[in-house]
């Protein structure tokens, strides 16, 4: 029988490597560099400043707006869609999901845990899948208003989680190097993080589910 963890509406397995570079982890934050260009300019934020000045050329009032990105878009969007119309457009639910799926792709090269450069199409060893929601029978239209509240004591676990997982990377680096091997204990946790921020993501701000997270790494 599966576990709620395991049916959760948002997965991430990541397939374990038996042996990695050592050349290419020494230098993976130099050889992410082109990817994490890609990555922030498909999430970037816009900024827009407004400048009043005197006749003099002298300036008086400065004013300046950030957009909160494509991901602040696709929740404030898919919220209104959800609490106005009841509804979550396959293809805006694909694009979310591919966008999910790419970020997942760099966050594991990132943390040492592929050595397969991010495509920016293929699934590779990152395996994240997110269930289609039936809007009207499975979400609750007014549940997204609260949502942010209720995942905050997600929001304070990750935090601590993210500390630990950033110390495992660190050793899993030394450990590549000297032994060109992820260890598996430190493997298994660090996808575990990425796999419960996943869950968080997917109810908090994808909003395809109401089914509250589980506190579990597996």
Sequence with gaps: ????????PAR???DYPERLDRFTSFFRLIAAIPILIVLSVISATSTSTVTVVTRTGEVV???TSTGGGIAAALFGATLLLILFRQRYPRWWFDFAREFARFGARVGAYLALLSDQYPSTVDEQSVHLEIDYPDVRE???RWLPLVKWFLAIPHYIVLAFLAIGAFCAI???WFAILFTGRYPRGLFDYVVGVGRWALRVQAYMSLLVTDRYPPFSLK
């Design 1 to 8: 029988m599966a576990t709620q963890s395991e049916s959760y």
């Design 12 to 14: 991430l397995y990541i």
């Design 61 to 63: 009032s400065r004013a």
């Design 138 to 140: 499975d979400l609750n």
């Design 170 to 172: 660190v050793i899993a």
